[in-house]
């Protein structure tokens, strides 16, 4: 800034231009730093969707040299009368449903039995993260081995105490639930985790003033516990949700989808189609109509959880301060 | 049990029948822990049997005449090339991730409001079940003949990490305090100077832990490599996987490659433990 301009008006004027320059300059590093990220994503997220959109308005048959044609949307209305669609919809949905919440029951259990240890509390965590480390076709083929009907250890312990062990993946009535299962087993650790979080950020002087107040283990946990962890439960349900769509590899390991289609998901169908019988066209199709439903479903939750977030009786005092931070910058 | 923080005062006298629960609490924690673990504790322990005990029913428990011919056998039947893939293809992504991604974080959590319209753009590409573009991605690499080569994987493993990676990292940066930043402005540091000398070394924890998730996630990814690569690029899942489909598995070998690809995660996971605490905190506390 120059000091030789006397008047107040000239230091003022040459001051907001050197802070204009100085603003031009931020808003072209911004756009420097952002950009080879930004163009990255965009093209990767944009390209295939293109193949996808051409294919899947096209009766492409990879391997099959008869020319393409334009089918219009005639891929989307085989997949939407095919009752394997509808079915595999289903199927992705109750284990889903069935799945996430009791991952979250359960990885309430566990960390409110891990919150009680001070001691080893950390060691014992990080053992109880490990299912949640591994590979899923790691995780997979060791419940292969586990529940072998020869040679695997848990139907030796169950004919052991007088019960007759199902036959787990290949039974058609017992694949979905050994699937589920498995998923429990991989993923509780993530919910644990997460409440675990939750239960720390709890202020000790809050369980303080409830004893104070004459409140007994079980209404604390009831009126005071249960309250402060519902946004931690939420974050966990809706990322577990949406993950449950993705299960692929225990399914690729443990049942292909059988027996028949009893396990077969959204995701498996697709690969099936595109990957089993090379019908990019409907695959490509089915890619699609996935892609629109989660768009629309991931909104739809998301909305519900931000009205939730705007009660008044948030749970999160850190949220104001932050967002004036962030908005003043 | 209880859900309250166990606050402990200093113990002048502790009781004999403190002293008997506090151990019994640690004996049951161990029991549940092994009975949690038992699947893989399983396949540790088929590791170190020869062939000739895989198939005995009942199963013995313990490996009867232990060997480590697993591991060596392993190694050479498909092992090694699926670590040396993998460990290629997990850690170039990973590179290729925080370069791309530190920049593009930075000016997220400097110039944006959190959670904002652009970072959740970023972060809901993650959320897209990777299914729904692989079709896509299929017919690109034909065409581009980027099919069943390093370089296609790491692009799409890159394409993969990228979102979370700008997630952390920003998240991590809007942690440290600007005052730094502005020292460094007023004793005149060009921006890129300030963003390499200053900010850089405050956030290399971020870094580290951003890049030793995305590690993970292309260590143990699958769907893609099964769908984008051939006989040239074998990544250990897909190692594991064509081992366990084509052949009567060798359960000993496929023990002794899947102990050997989770060995390291699990040494990594006790110092990820406290970052992925610390990171969700963060996440939540700021919402």
Redesign the interface.
């Known amino acids: 800034m120059s000091t030789s301009a006397a008047t107040p008006n000239a230091v003022r004027s040459s001051r907001s231009a050197s802070q204009k320059r100085q603003q031009a300059q931020e808003k072209r590093a911004t756009l420097i730093l952002l950009a080879p990220a930004l163009l990255f994503l965009f093209l990767l997220s944009i390209w295939p969707v293109a193949y996808l959109l051409y294919a899947s308005f096209t009766s492409y048959q990879l391997a099959i040299p008869i020319p393409t044609e334009w089918v219009g949307l005639g891929n989307f209305e085989s997949i939407v009368t095919n009752p394997r669609f509808w079915s595999s919809l289903s199927i992705t949905l109750v284990f889903a449903l069935i799945a996430v919440p009791l991952q979250i029951l359960v990885g309430l259990g566990l960390a409110l039995l891990l919150n009680g240890y001070s001691r080893g509390r950390e060691i014992y965590t990080s053992l109880f993260l490990i299912p949640m480390m591994l590979a899923p076709i790691v995780v997979g083929f060791s419940w292969n081995l586990f529940l072998n009907p020869i040679y695997g250890p848990l139907n030796s312990v169950l004919r052991g105490v007088g019960i007759s062990p199902p036959a787990w993946a290949s039974s058609p009535e017992w694949a979905l639930p050994t699937l589920v299962l498995v998923d429990i087993w991989q993923w509780t650790p993530f919910v644990m985790i997460v409440l675990l979080a939750g239960l720390r950020s709890i202020p000790p002087r809050v369980f303080e003033a409830a004893k104070v107040d004459g409140s007994n283990r079980m209404q604390t946990f009831i009126h005071i516990v249960l309250p402060m962890l519902v946004p931690y439960m939420t974050v966990a349900f809706v990322l577990r949700f949406i993950d449950s769509f993705k299960v692929f590899d225990i399914i690729y390991i443990l049942t292909r989808g059988g027996p028949g289609t009893s396990t077969q998901n959204l995701a498996y169908y697709t690969y099936d189609l595109g990957f089993g019988r090379f019908e990019f066209g409907a695959a490509g199709a089915l890619s699609i109509i996935q892609l629109i439903l989660l768009t629309f479903g991931t909104m739809a939750i998301l909305a519900l959880v931000k009205r939730r977030d705007k009660a008044p009786a948030s749970a999160a005092p850190a949220a104001t301060p932050r967002l004036a931070e962030g908005s003043a910058a | ?8 005062p200093p113990a002048d006298r502790a009781s004999f029948g403190e002293i008997l629960r ?1 151990v019994l ?2 004996v049951v ?1 161990v029991a549940l ?1 092994l009975l ?5 504790l ?2 540790l322990l ?1 590791a170190f049997k020869p062939y000739a005990e ?6 013995s ?1 313990l490996p009867v005449n232990g060997t480590l011919a697993n591991f060596t056998e392993g190694w050479t039947v498909g092992g090694g090339k699926g670590i040396g893939d993998s460990l290629i293809v997990a850690s170039l992504s990973t590179a290729i991730c925080l370069v ?2 530190f ?2 974080a ?3 959590a ?5 959670h ?1 319209q652009l970072s959740f753009t ?1 972060l ?2 993650r ?14 690499f034909q065409e581009l003949s980027l099919f069943d080569t390093y370089t296609g994987l790491i ?1 799409i493993y ?2 993969m990490n ?2 979370l990676v ?1 997630w952390l990292l920003s998240e991590f940066i ?1 942690q440290i305090p600007k005052s730094y930043e502005e020292a460094a402005r007023i004793d005149g540091a060009p ?1 890129y100077r300030l963003f390499w000398d200053v900010l850089l070394p405050l956030s290399a924890p971020g870094v580290l832990t951003a890049g030793i998730l995305s590690m ?1 996630f292309a ?2 990814e ?2 893609f490599a ?2 984008l690569t051939g006989e040239n690029v074998i990544t ?2 897909k190692a ?2 064509s081992f ?1 489909l084509f052949q009567q ?1 060798n ?1 000993g070998q ?2 002794a490659i ?1 102990i050997a ?2 060995g390291p ?2 040494i ?3 110092y ?3 970052s ?2 610390r990171s ?2 963060i ?5």
């Open positions: 049990m209880s859900p309250i923080p166990a606050s402990h506090e609490k640690h924690m822990l949690f673990l038992c699947p893989l399983w396949l088929t895989l198939f005995n029913s009942p199963p428990v791309l991604g920049p593009a930075y000016a997220l400097r110039r944006f409001p959190p904002g970023i809901s590409l959320m897209m079940p990777p299914i729904v573009p692989v079709i896509g991605f299929y017919l690109l692009i890159t394409f990228l979102p700008i809007r921006w993970i260590w143990n699958f769907l099964l769908v250990l899942p594991l996987a366990f598995p359960w496929l023990g899947g690809a989770v995660l699990l990594i996971s006790y990820m433990q406290r992925l605490i969700f905190s996440e939540l506390g700021g919402r």
